[in-house]
T-cell receptor
Framework: QQQVKQSPQSLIVQKGGIPIINCAYE??????FPWYQQFPGKGPALLIA?????SEKKEGRFTISFNKSAKQFSLHIMDSQPGDSATYFC????????????FGGGTRVLVKP | DAGVIQSPRHEVTEMGQEVTLRCKPI?????LFWYRQTMMRGLELLIY????????DSGMPEDRFSAKMPNASFSTLKIQPSEPRDSAVYFC????????????FGNGTRLTVT
């Protein structure tokens, strides 16, 4: 019940395309869902986050869609750029476990020029 | 702020040797996390501390792994003896507060055990 399943494992799009990354969870006690972006040789960095009482959140070209009933959430990268090429991780936090995050398996996104 | 600082960036060692990874969290942060990243298992939480006290070490693979946080500005992750299957990138992260504050990751230590 602590798992977060992420798909696809990798994604290739042309510049301007909209890569979509999906995550699913089982534990309804998760209360916070961040996305992290990781570039090669670097640690992950927080990109955007959402709480389950909100169905959508936008920050710049990044949008999270959240479907509480389906226990799924997704990241959309609008007007993707080559600089967005990175590995993206979804995560979920169980409030009762403090600030401990469970990460999805990651999606490697390549945006071709 | 310099961010979370990890050392060394790369470590190559032989099976059976002791390995010590080091982390300096961001000043003022009260949570510290050690994660391990591999292709097969992704990002796994090994252990985390709150105010220098270990809170959850359920992710530590086995007794060969140990972690300490002697003060608010320093933590170590030790593997003794090391094995080839320990080869991975080890990340340290810190955060302020126990709510939805973001984790700030270091750039990791790439460990290779031959």
């Amino acid at each position: 019940q602590q798992q977060v399943k992420q798909s696809p494992q990798s994604l290739i799009v042309q510049k301007g395309g909209i890569p979509i990354i999906n995550c699913a969870y089982e534990n309804t006690a998760f209360d916070y869902f961040p996305w992290y972006q990781q570039f090669p040789g670097k640690g992950p960095a927080l990109l955007i986050a959402i709480r389950p009482d909100v169905s959508e959140k936008k920050e710049g070209r990044f949008t999270i869609s959240f479907n509480k009933s389906a226990k799924q959430f997704s990241l959309h990268i609008m007007d993707s750029q080559p600089g967005d090429s990175a590995t993206y991780f979804c995560a979920a936090r169980l409030k009762a476990a403090g600030n401990k995050l469970t990460f999805g398996g990651g999606t490697r996104v390549l945006v071709k020029p | 702020d310099a961010g979370v600082i990890q050392s060394p960036r790369h470590e190559v060692t032989e099976m059976g040797q002791e390995v010590t990874l080091r982390c300096k969290p961001i000043s003022g942060h009260d949570y510290l996390f050690w994660y391990r990243q591999t292709m097969m298992r992704g990002l796994e939480l090994l252990i985390y501390f709150n105010n220098n006290v270990p809170i959850d070490d359920s992710g530590m693979p086995e007794d060969r792994f140990s972690a300490k946080m002697p003060n608010a500005s320093f933590s170590t992750l030790k593997i003794q003896p090391s094995e080839p299957r320990d080869s991975a990138v080890y990340f340290c992260a810190s955060s302020f507060g126990g709510s939805s504050s973001p984790l700030h990751f270091g750039n990791g230590t790439r460990l290779t055990v031959t």
